[in-house]
Nanobody
Framework: QVPLVQSGGGMVQPGGSLRLSCAIS????????MRWYLEAPGKQRELVAA????????NYADSVKDRFTISRDSAKNTLYLQMNTLKPEDTAVYYC???????????????WGQGTQVTVSS
């Protein structure tokens, strides 16, 4: 079973909006933190946004503050990244990441989505 399945990528014009989704498998439990990353061509993967497992704490990269919002729908067990006022420099492959605790106490596993392309262009 695939732990994380992403959807919602595509092409959008500058200034537009897009919402990325990350469906979390029921096999993942004891979630510790949820994150979104981006990977631009020729560059390292970078943290975009993060949310604590209890939803009380969020943080964002400076480049996306006040434009992007990370959220989770508990009923659907889905993580979202709402992306507003998109810029060409936001173009990248976006990945969701959910760190969880496995069967062995104290051992944390990093679960990754397959990635989805976001292209901001006129």
């Amino acid at each position: 079973q695939v732990p994380l399945v992403q959807s919602g990528g595509g092409m959008v014009q500058p200034g537009g909006s897009l919402r990325l989704s990350c469906a979390i498998s029921s096999d993942i439990f004891n979630i510790k933190i949820m994150r979104w990353y981006l990977e631009a061509p020729g560059k390292q993967r970078e943290l975009v946004a993060a949310m604590s497992s209890d939803f009380t704490t969020t943080n964002y990269a400076d480049s996306v503050k006040d434009r992007f919002t990370i959220s989770r729908d508990s009923a659907k067990n889905t993580l979202y990244l709402q992306m507003n006022t998109l810029k060409p420099e936001d173009t990248a492959v976006y990945y969701c990441n959910v760190d969880s605790e496995g069967e062995r106490p104290g051992v944390t596993y990093a679960n990754w989505g397959q990635g989805t392309q976001v292209t901001v262009s006129s």
